[in-house]
């Protein structure tokens, strides 16, 4: 079971670039990697997934080296509406291993 | 589509009392999971459920059991209510990509 660590906290101002790393020194040949974002009051929602080099959406990006064993989310020009946590999960439904298990996250404050 | 839908949205217990949280999903996902989420923190793994029929403790099951009625339900239940099981409930479900949908949260508050 991959086990993942982030930053505990990370603040940032209107318009700049954020990036969070995760490490998951432990990923398995066959793991995802995937990252949610949590509002207060609220489940968790999907933002992006990879498996390696670097994927891109219409929120974000999400950048993963050769080793696969960290992973750096790329938020573009925040707003204050991306105060938020940002998890990343590491797991595989190929294989069935189906215990998911979060982190703490990273709670990114966005400033005016 | 409703996605992922749990009851009730709020609770208060007493100590020692029991209930049932609902969760269901029209995905037509396999895998469904509960969460608990605490003050200020993560969320961490109560029990999960790979297919109907089939539930697996996760972190913290202690408390805590379930039911997979079927596909589409399912269920967490406290036996006997303690304050530390105080905290938001989080139910899920999980396609073949790995990717998880949640439904809103159940608040639980034991007295």
């Known amino acids: 079971l991959a086990k993942t660590t982030q930053p505990v906290s990370m603040d940032s101002y209107e318009g700049q670039e954020v990036n969070i790393t995760c490490s998951h020194n432990?990923?398995?040949?066959?793991?995802?990697i995937t990252w949610y974002q949590q509002f207060p009051s609220q489940g968790p929602r999907f933002i992006i997934q990879g498996y390696k080099t670097k994927v891109t959406n219409e929120v974000a990006s999400l950048f993963i080296p050769a080793d696969r064993k960290s992973s750096t989310l790329s938020l573009p020009r925040v707003s204050l509406s991306d105060t938020a946590v940002y998890y990343c999960?590491?797991?595989?439904?190929?294989?069935?291993?189906?215990?998911?298990?979060f982190g703490a996250g990273t709670r990114l404050t966005v400033k005016p | 589509n409703a996605g992922v839908t749990q009851t009730p949205k709020f609770q208060v217990l007493k100590t020692g009392q029991s209930m049932t949280l609902q969760c269901a999903q029209d995905?037509?996902?396999?895998?469904m999971y509960w969460y608990r989420q605490d003050p200020g923190m993560g969320l961490r793994l109560i029990y999960y459920s790979a297919s109907e029929g089939t539930t697996d403790k996760g972190e913290v099951p202690n408390g805590y059991n379930v039911s997979r009625l079927n596909k589409r339900e399912f269920s967490l239940r406290l036996e006997s209510a303690a304050p530390s099981q105080t905290s938001v409930y989080f139910c899920a479900c999980r396609d073949r990509t790995d990717t998880q949908y949640f439904g809103p949260g159940t608040r639980l508050t034991v007295l």
């Open positions: 995905m037509n996902h396999n895998s």
């Open positions: 999960l590491v797991g595989d439904s190929l294989y069935n291993n189906n215990d998911m298990r």
């Open positions: 432990n990923i398995a040949t066959n793991d995802y």
